[in-house]
Structures are given as structure tokens and as C-alpha cells.
Nanobody
Framework: QVQLVESGGGLVQAGGSLRLSCAASGSIFSTNAMGWYRQAPGKQRELVAAIASGGSTNYADSVKGRFTISRDNAKNTVYLQMNSLKPEDTAVYYC????????????????WGQGTQVTVSS
């Protein structure tokens, strides 16, 4: 049984920072890539950032230079450090397990956390 549990969301002013965490149980973590997605009201879920088991990363253009994804394999945890937050970053953020190919394209598996709300006020 794979479980992904996100934490760290909240309300922050524009320009502020938040760090999201996703704790993974089961054997999925150590050998799989992990990704962070977000879904704003009325919009499709989109990939924000992904990290391979070896540490290669992939970011959406909208967050490059502001967000950093990292992982601690010893703790089975993936993080998303979000700096210089903007109101358009407001969304529910979801953790996912998947795979990343040689070109750093991320493919999600059907393993999702429950989501954590991030709200950025202007």
C-alpha cells in the first residue's frame, strides 16, 4: 500500500515563502521519481516540479528560479521550497510518484496524496 501525505500549505502574502513536504510510505519512494502538481479552481492539474531518484529535476517554466524540489531518500520525503510566491501560485498542491525518462520528462503513476492548500494573497 502506497501512501503519500503532504503538509506545509497555508496562507502567505505575495513575495513570501512556504515549504511543502510529502512523506511516502511503502517501497515506492527509493526507486521512483517524485513530482509536485497543483490545481487551481477551474483549471487542470499541472506539473510544477519533478525529481528523479538520482536527483535530476524538471520545473514548469512558471516556477523556474522561484521553486526548488528536493528529496531525502533516508526519510522517504520530497520537498518543494517555494519562494517569491505570487497570487497565481494559489492552488491545491499534490504529491505524486512516477518516473522520469532520460530527457527529464515526468510520467505520473496513479499514486497521489490528498493535497495541501496554498493561498497567496496580494
Amino acid at each position: 500500500q502506497v501512501q503519500l501525505v503532504e503538509s506545509g500549505g497555508g496562507l502567505v502574502q505575495a513575495g513570501g515563502s512556504l515549504r511543502l513536504s510529502c512523506a511516502a510510505s511503502g517501497s515506492i519512494f527509493s526507486t521512483n521519481a517524485m513530482g509536485w502538481y497543483r490545481q487551481a479552481p477551474g483549471k487542470q492539474r499541472e506539473l510544477v516540479a519533478a525529481i528523479a531518484s538520482g536527483g535530476s529535476t524538471n520545473y514548469a517554466d512558471s516556477v523556474k528560479g522561484r521553486f526548488t524540489i528536493s528529496r531525502d531518500n533516508a526519510k522517504n520525503t520530497v520537498y518543494l521550497q517555494m519562494n517569491s510566491l505570487k497570487p497565481e501560485d494559489t492552488a491545491v498542491y499534490y504529491c505524486n510518484a512516477g518516473r522520469m525518462d532520460y530527457s527529464r520528462r515526468y510520467y505520473p503513476y496513479d499514486y497521489w496524496g490528498q493535497g495541501t492548500q496554498v493561498t497567496v494573497s496580494s
